[in-house]
């Protein structure tokens, strides 16, 4: 969900003043790697128009470390999704062919 918020580091600092103390604040987001954001970002905008900004791996580091959380333990995994039925999903109004383009 943080690539929909205005205020990243807001929201995560909600979380973790509702997590018990000894608890864990657990984030799973889209994270594309820095040189790919500035498109990906792009793509996700026509495709949803909610979407903000992703952040990169090293963003949400570096927020951890803002909120001087100690080590950070970092789990990365892909989600395959046909691009057809992401589509399917969105509500891009008219821009279809050209996210395909894209």
Known sequence: ???HLESPAQ?????????????????????????CRAGYDEIERMRDASHTSALTLEEFV?????????????RRFGVPMEFDS???????????EELRQM
Request: net charge negative; aromatic share 8%; proline share 8%.
């Open 62 to 74: 570096s927020l951890g470390e803002g909120f001087n959380l100690g080590e950070v333990a970092i």
């Open 1 to 3: 969900v943080f690539h």
């Open 11 to 35: 929201a995560f600092s909600e979380m973790l003043r509702v997590t018990r103390p000894g608890g864990r604040a657990v984030v799973c987001d889209a994270m594309p790697p820095t040189l």
């Open 86 to 96: 992401l589509l399917g999903a969105s509500f891009p109004e008219g821009e279809k």
